[in-house]
């Protein structure tokens, strides 16, 4: 008997390999080691075949090294999905299973690895202690607070605690370390009591539990406006699953979501909660996919990877915030985490709700197929309403000039009108939130003489101008996309006039323009907190959390954030939100662009208003007139939404057409347009696609490389796929394509 093996190579097979005499024959779905050319790889067994079937002489069969597992690893569901990934997104089998396991085990580690706990020894006291070891000190009181049983390494360290204090605290017989053998988790019961719910909430959490009980799949789409009470209706939905020993699969789109789910989720039951994230270490990124296998895991949240893993009892499955660019893949193998999460639902018989304010057009064409059940959540729980929307039209007022100390002026970017509806709302106790996707100081350097502008050397897009600190002594340009820094120029490079000006406003100038607008005159210190949100203010250790804390105080502050802020953040406190420049993606050449920017407008739009008081949204424009921007603001998006479908059925492009995009990258841009054109040509000569292309990549120079791409439409899915499969293949094979990379990305959400 021969196994089929597969390997982390990117070719579209797998390999035979012998088993030696003396060796048990591997199960399907166990690791093996195998000598591959010069190296040694770890492999996993997909099945086994008869000897003469092989397409290999007898003789130059190679037998495996080692089987790592004396039980499969990879489960029969597991490696049905990594067969289904590898068909349905054209992606080599061996290397879709790489994406799917934890790198501890890509490695060959064994699964039970030993995970080290530490927990402080009875009697120890304060005394123990020299007066002068505060640090020491502080370090054993963050063990303290964990009890008893302490915790495991990786949280402590996740916490902020030091391996080398560990050490000297357990030197000094303060603290012991011990190895946790977990036993079954108990049932999952209630901790806190769950709230009433409405007509609404109580119907679509009688669908859902309609579908558990029957065991069949349901893909459900849990359409409410923010505010609605979403998380309610997955919490009392659980409830029934968690109760019969199910596990609860919930993904986010973000990891500085997981933290708070997990203390929403914590706050209703007494479970055992896993978090999954990138920012997990090896090891317990290994444990918790265990925990999910053996199903000691029985509530698990987790980023878009968390739905690869595999699960001993699932029984619901939870996209919130479905309509989230994040959950698609953008490189390796390019996955939707929602698709994959309704293949897994009906892999395992099991409901799967996508919770979104704002579904995608491709979700709401499948409600009309009747292919997703929807149920809408049209109001929000108690007294609080819908924020109201309001247009300023700021091509009536010039947006406020500010004179600085020094007598200087600078540009706000916001109108008078702008800025009286925030003084107002801080003056009444509340919070302000100021949308600007555009994080930095200003998004541009500009010389005054000569037009000169600072532009990365490796990538077509200018350089962003950061300040790091007010009296702006340290700072940097940078490229957002391939993270070039160089030193701000004290003179042009082009015409060596020192008149060089930061043009536009980020996040940072925008926080620094507000402080200088709501300062006190008599002291120059602002009234009222500034808090930036945006990927340069959340970079650190808890740095989220201690956001968190602040904005939950509840006193009067403006947040100044990004796109961060628009994914299900609740703030009670805020009923302003402030949008100065949010609707220019109505202009971008992407098709897709509307609806992207239409959803998070809204969902920015939904962080006002959410506790007792009402909310208000201004959104201030240059193009009042917009009709895309009329229709979003008077009608809503589910409106807007049914307006775009019926364009982009009469211009037959997705949904009502099915994609596959594909890039080239290569170090001349003759090179990879040559490459796609050769593409082209080698499509069938009846394939009836539409074939947009090959044509520049919308930043067609990226670190130094160059990128063209070209777009596959196709009326029907399985003729797309259907060519797909006779094609792609060959063109990686062509010659104009040998040392250029090609990538193949089935329903891209982006150009």
């Not at 946790?180 to 007509?199: G, I, R, W, Y």
């Not at 020993?245 to 708070?260: A, F, R, Y």
């Not at 208003?609 to 229709?631: E, H, M, S």
Request: glycine share 6%; proline share 5%.
């Amino acid at each position: 008997m021969l196994l089929q093996v597969a390997l982390p190579v990117p070719l579209y097979r797998v390999f035979d390999y012998s088993v030696p005499a003396d060796f048990a024959l591997p199960k399907i779905g166990s690791r093996v080691e195998v000598s591959f050319g010069r190296q040694t790889l770890i492999g996993i067994v997909v099945t086994h075949r008869a000897r003469f079937d092989s397409d290999v002489p007898v003789n130059k069969l190679k037998a495996i090294t080692r089987c790592l597992d004396d039980e499969p690893i990879v489960d029969s569901p597991l490696l049905k999905l990594a067969h289904w990934l590898a068909r349905y997104y054209h992606y080599p089998l061996g290397d879709v299973l790489s994406v799917m396991l934890p790198s501890l085990v890509r490695q060959g580690k064994p699964l039970d690895l030993l995970i080290t706990h530490w927990r402080i020894l009875p009697h120890v006291t304060d005394a123990d202690f020299h007066p002068n070891a505060n640090k020491q000190k502080q370090q054993f009181d963050m063990l303290k607070l964990h009890g008893k049983r302490g915790a495991s390494e990786d949280v402590l360290l996740l916490e902020g605690m030091q391996r080398s204090f560990l050490k000297t605290l357990e030197d000094k017989g303060l603290i012991e370390r011990y190895i946790e053998h977990k036993s079954a988790p108990k049932l999952v019961s209630l901790a806190k009591m769950p709230l009433t719910l409405n007509d609404e909430q109580q119907h679509a959490v009688e669908i859902i539990v309609a579908a558990h009980q029957a065991e069949h799949y349901a893909g459900i789409l849990l359409n409410g406006i923010t505010g609605s009470g979403k998380t309610e209706v997955y919490l009392q939905a659980m409830q029934t699953v968690l109760e019969a020993g199910k596990q609860v699969l919930i993904l986010v789109p973000e990891i500085g979501l997981t933290p708070q789910t997990r203390a929403r989720f914590a706050s209703r039951f007494a479970a055992q909660i896993v978090l999954l994230h990138s920012g997990m270490t090896n090891t317990y990124r290994l444990q918790g996919w265990q925990d999910c296998r053996t199903g000691h895991a029985q509530i698990i949240i987790g980023t878009r990877s968390a739905v690869l893993y595999p699960f001993a009892n699932l029984g619901l499955i939870i996209v919130d915030e479905a309509h989230d660019g994040s959950y698609k893949q953008q490189d390796t193998l390019r996955y939707h985490a929602a698709d994959v999460a309704l293949y897994r639902g009906l892999q395992y018989k099991v409901p799967v709700v996508l919770g979104t304010a704002t579904p995608t057009l491709e979700h709401l064409k499948l409600v009309e197929e009747a292919k997703l059940i929807e149920c809408r959540l049209i109001s929000r729980p108690g007294s609080a309403k819908p924020a109201t929307m309001q247009l300023i039209d700021a091509r009536l007022q010039s947006t406020h000039q500010q004179v600085q100390d020094n007598g200087a002026r600078f540009d706000t970017g916001l109108t008078d009108d702008l800025i009286n509806a925030i003084r107002q709302t801080l003056e009444a106790g509340d919070q302000v939130l100021i949308f600007l996707n555009r994080r930095g100081y200003a998004p541009v350097l500009l010389c005054e003489a000569c037009g000169w502008q600072a532009d990365c050397p490796r990538c077509d897009a200018h350089l962003t101008v950061h300040y790091s600190n007010q009296n702006h002594s340290n700072s940097y340009l940078k490229c957002h996309h391939c993270d070039w820094q160089a030193y701000i120029p004290t003179a042009c490079p082009d015409c060596a006039s020192q008149n060089l000006d930061a043009k536009g406003i980020g996040t940072t100038r925008l926080s620094q323009n507000l402080h200088a607008l709501f300062a006190n005159p008599q002291t120059s210190k602002t009234l009222y907190p500034i808090i930036q949100i945006d990927r340069d203010t959340t970079r650190g250790k808890d740095s989220w959390e201690n956001i968190y804390q602040r904005i939950n105080e509840g006193k009067p502050a403006i947040l100044v954030g990004t796109q961060m802020v628009a994914k299900g953040h609740h703030f009670p406190n805020v009923t302003l939100v402030c949008l100065p420049n949010a609707d220019r993606g109505f202009l971008s050449a992407d098709f897709r662009s509307p609806e992207h920017t239409a959803q998070l407008m809204i969902q920015v739009a939904g962080r006002a208003g959410r506790g007792d008081k009402a909310g208000r949204v201004l959104i201030q424009t240059l193009q009042p007139d917009n009709p895309l921007l009329l229709k979003l603001v008077k009608d809503g998006y589910q409106s807007f939404a049914q307006s775009l479908l019926q364009e982009r059925k009469m211009m037959g492009l997705p949904p009502f057409s099915h994609a596959a995009l594909i890039r080239c990258e290569g170090k001349t841009l003759a090179a990879t347009t040559q490459a796609l054109k050769d593409a082209v040509a080698n499509l069938p000569t009846d394939h009836k696609l539409a074939v947009l292309g090959p044509i520049d990549a919308p930043m067609s120079k990226k670190n130094s490389r160059y990128h063209s791409q070209l777009l596959l439409l196709a009326k029907d899915r399985a003729q797309l796929h259907h060519i797909l499969n006779l094609w792609w293949q060959p063109v990686l094979a062509l010659p104009s394509t040998k040392y250029l990379k090609l990538t193949l990305d089935i329903d891209p959400v982006g150009w």
